[in-house]
């Protein structure tokens, strides 16, 4: 978070762990979604203009909706983990909550 806008934080507990498979020319990896404190809505941002255009503060459904295609499990599974407390693992055929 400090990074990308500048904001200090603190990583809470695992939600999602994601195999991405190996796909034309690009090797398998792992994808991990962690947890974090809450940030509060008042804070100033300082974006990465390089990187980052402009931001939202989105619920749950929103920011899955507006995610890219790629993401949106990952993102909506991170959300899952967080409400019911599980963590999850998304392999290539099955997902795993434990």
Do not use: C, N
């Amino acid at each position: 978070m400090l990074e990308e806008v500048g904001l200090a934080g603190k990583v809470a507990r695992l939600l999602v762990v994601k195999l991405k498979a190996a796909a034309k020319g690009t090797p398998a990896s792992l994808m991990f979604v962690f947890d974090s404190e809450p940030v509060d809505r008042g804070e100033e941002l300082s974006l990465q203009a390089a990187e980052i255009a402009e931001t939202f503060w989105l619920d749950d459904s929103e920011a899955v909706r507006r995610h890219t295609s790629g993401g949106r499990a990952r993102l909506a599974m991170a959300f899952r983990a967080k409400r019911e407390g599980l963590t999850v693992y998304m392999g290539a055929d099955r997902d795993f909550a434990f």
